[in-house]
């Protein structure tokens, strides 16, 4: 059974810290990962997508790696500040479901000032 | 360049009612997935169209339909409703066929069966 799992699920930091959130996933047979941004009650906001063909992938403050070998993504921002606190979900679409995207439950992340 | 709509927003149905959901995909995008997500939990998928034929479904019983429309904004039709239903219902837009891009979100509807 394809699983993606997220821990932890909820983290607080001081603002000015590195954030650094983790993705595990069952089946290397992957073909692409998503992490995403959910503000409460709303929808999903994408940040970053990793092809299976890729090591990384960055945009701004936020950097995501993908090891399909250890079933493995990994995202971080940088200098975190009060604005990055939502819910972060990284999704999989594994080769033998394309399309479908298999989330996991989030990491809920609050930045203190 | 439009983003991805739907509506209601919110709604509140009765235990065996049935509800539609709308979706309006991103300007030429050809494929509309829709997700439930439960409170505190991750979007699980219900199934997937692209360009008006369903291409792809989760674990979702029958009583849970869609369509898709030559414009590819899309549906999600559930009959029956039992109080589990009660979720945020998403639908994501992408540009599908040999590559699989980025999904991009809607807002939501949120849904409340009492």
Redesign the interface.
């Given at each position: 059974k394809q699983e993606v799992t997220q821990i932890p699920a909820a983290l607080s930091v001081p603002e000015g810290e590195n954030l650094v959130l983790n993705c595990s996933f069952t089946d290397s047979a992957i073909y692409n990962l998503q992490w995403f941004r959910q503000d409460p009650g709303k929808g999903l906001t994408s940040l970053l997508l990793i092809q299976s063909s890729q090591r990384e992938q960055t945009s701004g403050r936020l950097n995501a790696s993908l090891d399909k070998s250890s079933g493995r993504s990994t995202l971080y921002i940088a200098a975190s500040q009060p604005g990055d606190s939502a819910t972060y979900l990284c999704a999989a679409s594994f080769l033998d479901s394309w399309g479908k995207l298999q989330f996991g439950a989030g990491t809920q992340v609050v930045v203190t000032p | 360049e439009t983003g991805?709509t739907?509506s209601p927003t919110h709604l509140i149905k009765t235990r065996g009612q049935q509800v539609t959901l709308r979706c309006s995909s991103q300007s030429g995008h050809n494929?509309v997935?829709w997700?439930q997500q439960a409170l505190?939990?991750?979007?699980?998928?219900i199934f997937?169209y692209?360009r008006e034929e369903e291409?792809?479904r989760?674990n979702f019983p029958p009583r849970f339909s869609g369509l898709q429309f030559p414009n590819y904004s899309s549906e999600l039709n559930v009959n029956a409703l039992e109080l589990d239903d009660s979720a945020?219902y998403?639908c994501?837009s992408?540009f599908?066929g040999d590559v699989?891009?980025?999904?991009?979100?809607?807002?939501?509807t949120?849904l409340l069966v009492l």
């Open positions: - | 991805v739907q494929t997935s997700y505190g939990q991750g979007p699980q998928f997937q692209y291409n792809g989760g945020l998403l994501a992408s599908g699989q891009e980025t999904q991009y979100f809607g807002p939501g949120r």
